[in-house]
């Protein structure tokens, strides 16, 4: 019962964030939206674009536009803190046994396979267009639970934790997809760079090391730069790298335990000094328990502790105003009757809604996977309507699948109007709906 409250104060800790993170994502956009249709646009794109930033270091340059290193140096970041996220649920969180992570996951297959075929159906007779069948697959976490969060208590923490693993397996998946199928060139000697320093990573880790800036030096200068020359997308090193960081404790449960039992005794027998200030002995018990807690805590869980704040209301935001500015010149319905945006939020609504439903239906028909205590199948529809929110993950997507710049303008209007419309259709349906059905699961 005790692992069961300290696990969901875990999960509510990190929903909590995202929610937050949501807020100010949708502040961002809004921000860009405006900044990038005002008289006010030649700085937007200057400040995005013009500006180069980097250093040069004899031969070697490492020189590129804010945009370009939001995209590939903050963004890497993020998709480091997304595999601490992946590791941690594999390990010990909703994907840690075939019975929690079954529904979720194959919840996460559906919604990304019917995305993609809806896409590529709707632009089947233009070829050119076909390489953008990734956009929709994707769902945005942090809109999604910050959506979510509106309800309050009308939805139960194990809704908002089927859509936080379903997300999280999403996101998996899209790095698989940008990894494999977003890759034109590859430089394989980089690439080979990158293994042998991953190598050291993995056996840094069997050996004990569990300095942090230890695998932050080589993951970034050895990981990181080798995948940025690579052709491989750089952001992919930020999730490998996070597989390699320790998740065992130095010491076990029990010793921790009773050793800080021991330091607690000592602590009490130490006179005061009676004031304020500790004694010697005091000062160094307490210095002893702070190893202890150090020594009781995985180098996976206080890096994401670090972190996720960091990505949530920072990096995201950061790539929402440099990203989300899209310039509409012209008819804005012309852009959004554009064969790429139709098929981009026929995929995120639509099919979301059709691959998320339909394999959760099949897997609980099947047996093999039951619904989270205490939620009906019509809040799952209204999270697979959430879960059309792409948002983050379909523009950055976007930005490897087109190298047309009008192209990726018309996939972002679809994006923003798929992810506004996936929102306010998710919250009426779980608003009309969550109120009868927050008791109980409804077969």
């Known amino acids: 019962m005790k692992r069961k409250s300290i696990r969901h104060y875990g999960i509510a800790s990190f929903i909590n964030q995202e929610t937050g993170g949501g807020m100010l994502l949708i502040l961002a956009t809004i921000v860009a939206l405006f900044w990038a249709n005002s008289s006010f646009y ?66 996460a297959i559906g919604g990304m396979v019917v995305p993609a075929v809806v896409y590529t159906l709707v632009v089947i007779n233009k070829p050119e267009l076909l390489h953008g069948w990734g956009v929709p697959m994707a769902t945005d976490i942090a809109f999604a639970l910050g959506l979510l969060a509106m309800l309050g208590k009308r939805v139960n923490i194990n809704l908002k934790i089927f859509l936080t693993a379903l997300a999280i397996a999403d996101d998996l998946g899209a790095i698989l997809v940008i990894a494999i199928f977003y890759t034109d060139t590859i430089n394989y000697t980089e690439l080979i760079t990158a293994a042998v320093f991953m190598v050291v990573l993995v056996v840094a880790n069997f050996a004990g090391v569990r300095r942090t800036l230890f695998y932050a030096v080589v993951g970034l200068s050895g990981v990181w730069l080798s995948f940025l020359y690579s052709g491989v997308h750089a952001t992919i090193a930020g999730v490998l790298v996070a597989l390699t960081i320790p998740a065992r404790t130095k010491i076990d449960e029990e010793a921790y335990l009773s050793k800080l039992g021991r330091l607690l005794q000592k602590f009490r027998k130490e006179n005061p000094n009676g004031n304020p200030l500790l004694t010697k002995g005091q000062a160094h018990v307490v210095e002893e328990i702070d190893s202890l807690n150090d020594a009781a805590q995985t180098p996976l869980q206080k890096l994401e502790h670090f972190l996720h704040p960091i990505t949530t209301y920072f990096i995201l935001p950061v790539f929402a105003l440099s990203n989300a500015g899209v310039r509409v010149e012209g008819n804005i319905f012309d ?43 019509k809040q799952i529809y209204g999270v697979a309507l959430l879960a059309g929110i792409g948002f983050t993950m379909s523009i950055f997507i976007s930005e490897l699948a087109f190298s047309d710049e009008a192209f990726k303008q018309i996939a972002k209007v679809g994006i923003l109007t798929a992810s506004v419309l996936a929102g306010i259709l998710g919250l009426i349906w779980l608003a009309a709906t969550s109120e009868k059905s927050v008791g109980a699961a409804e077969k």
Request: aromatic share 14%; no cysteine.
């Open 42 to 107: 030649p700085s937007y794109h200057h400040l995005w674009y013009g500006l180069k930033a980097g250093f040069t270091w004899g031969d070697f340059k490492l020189i590129g536009s804010l945009h370009h290193w939001i995209n590939d140096g903050l963004m890497a970041l993020f998709f480091f803190t997304v595999g601490l996220e992946i590791k941690r649920e594999i390990i010990g969180g909703e994907l840690s046994s075939l019975k929690k992570a079954s529904l979720p996951i194959m919840a």
């Open 335 to 377: 852009l959004m009757f554009h064969p790429i945006a139709i098929g981009i939020i026929l995929g995120l609504i639509l099919g979301k809604f059709i691959g998320i439903s339909l394999f959760s239906r099949l897997m609980v028909k099947l047996k093999w996977a039951s619904l989270p205590e205490g939620v009906s199948w």
